[in-house]
C-alpha cells in the first residue's frame, strides 16, 4: 500500500514538473511563506519603531529599502507585511471555496428549483462590482482581519461554484452514481461521499486561483484605508507612503518594493494554480 502511494506520488511530482510555470509558482509561494515563518529573524528592525532615522532616508547598507516618512524600515515593514497578504489571501480562498462548493454542489446535483435560485443568486453576485461593495461592507463591519477574510471569501464563490455545478451536473449522470442510488444511498451521501471527492482537484486549483483576487483585494483595501491600520500589510504601506508625500519626495523605495511584492506573490499563484490544472485536466496539457 504505501509503496502504491509512493509511486503515485513520484508520478505526481514529474508531471507537476513539466510546467514550469507551475514550478516557479511554488517557489515564489514558498519564498514569501519562508519570509513571512521567519519574520522575526530577517527583520533588522521593529516595523513600528519609527524615527529610528530621518524620514525618507534613500536605500543604504544601514536600511537596504531605506525608510518612510516616519523614519520606519521600510524593509522590516514588507517582511511582516507578507504575513498579512498570505493570511488574507489563503483563508479568505478557503473561505470562498468552501461556500462556492457547497452551493455548486447542491445546485448541480438537486437542479430544478433549486439550481434556478442559487443560479440567479449567484448571477446577482457575479454582475456586483466588488471593490465597492467590500469597501461599504468593510467600513459597515469593521475594518479587523477576520471581518477582512470573511468579507472577501462571502464575496469570492460565484465563479468556483459555477464550475463545481458544471462538474456536478455530469457526475450525477454518471452510471456508478446511479449504481449507488439504486443500492438505497441517500442524497447527503451521496454528495458528500461519492461526489464531492471526484471535484476535489477543482477545489484546490480555484481556491489558489482564488487567493490571487483575496491578495489583490486585500491591498486595494489596504491602500483605500478600509483594513485595520494595526496591522501592516503592502497596500497599507503604499498608501500611507502617497499620504505622506513620497512621490513629490522623490521615495520611490516607499512605493515600488512592496507593489513589486504584491504582483509577485499573485503571479506566483496564478503560476501554481495553472500548473495544477494542466496536472489535474490531461486533455490541456497538449495545448
Known amino acids: 500500500m504505501r509503496r502504491n502511494l509512493l509511486k503515485s506520488a513520484v508520478i505526481v511530482i514529474k508531471q507537476f514538473g513539466k510546467s514550469k510555470l507551475g514550478v516557479a509558482g511554488l517557489v515564489i509561494i514558498f519564498a514569501f511563506a519562508f519570509m513571512a515563518i521567519a519574520a522575526p529573524i530577517l527583520t533588522p528592525y521593529d516595523p513600528n519603531k519609527t524615527f529610528l532615522t530621518r524620514p525618507f532616508q534613500p536605500p543604504s547598507l544601514e536600511h537596504p529599502l531605506g525608510t518612510d516618512d516616519a523614519g520606519r524600515d521600510v524593509l522590516s515593514q514588507i517582511i511582516y507585511g507578507s504575513r498579512v497578504s498570505l493570511l488574507i489571501g489563503i483563508s479568505a480562498a478557503i473561505v470562498g471555496t468552501l461556500l462556492g462548493t457547497t452551493i455548486g454542489l447542491f445546485s448541480g446535483y438537486f437542479g430544478g428549483v433549486v439550481d434556478t435560485v442559487l443560479m440567479r443568486i449567484t448571477d446577482v453576485f457575479m454582475i456586483i462590482p466588488m471593490v465597492p461593495l467590500a469597501i461599504l461592507l468593510a467600513l459597515y463591519i469593521g475594518p479587523s482581519l477576520f471581518n477582512i477574510v470573511i468579507l472577501l471569501g462571502f464575496l469570492g464563490w460565484p465563479g468556483i461554484a459555477r464550475q463545481i455545478r458544471s462538474q456536478v451536473l455530469s457526475l450525477r449522470e454518471a452510471q456508478f452514481i446511479e449504481a449507488i442510488r439504486a443500492l438505497g444511498a441517500g442524497n447527503v451521501r451521496i454528495m458528500f461521499v461519492h461526489i464531492l471527492p471526484n471535484v476535489v482537484g477543482l477545489m484546490i486549483a480555484n481556491m489558489i486561483g482564488g487567493a490571487v483576487g483575496a491578495i489583490m483585494a486585500e491591498s486595494g483595501l489596504a491602500f483605500l484605508g ?62
Open 226 to 287: 478600509v483594513t485595520d491600520p494595526r496591522n501592516i500589510s503592502w497596500g497599507r504601506i503604499i498608501s500611507r507612503s502617497l499620504g505622506s508625500g513620497a512621490v513629490i519626495k522623490g521615495a520611490w523605495w516607499t512605493l515600488l518594493p512592496p507593489g513589486i511584492c504584491i504582483a509577485l506573490l499573485a503571479c506566483g499563484f496564478s503560476f501554481f494554480s495553472h500548473g495544477l490544472m494542466l496536472l489535474l485536466t490531461p486533455r490541456l496539457r497538449g495545448q
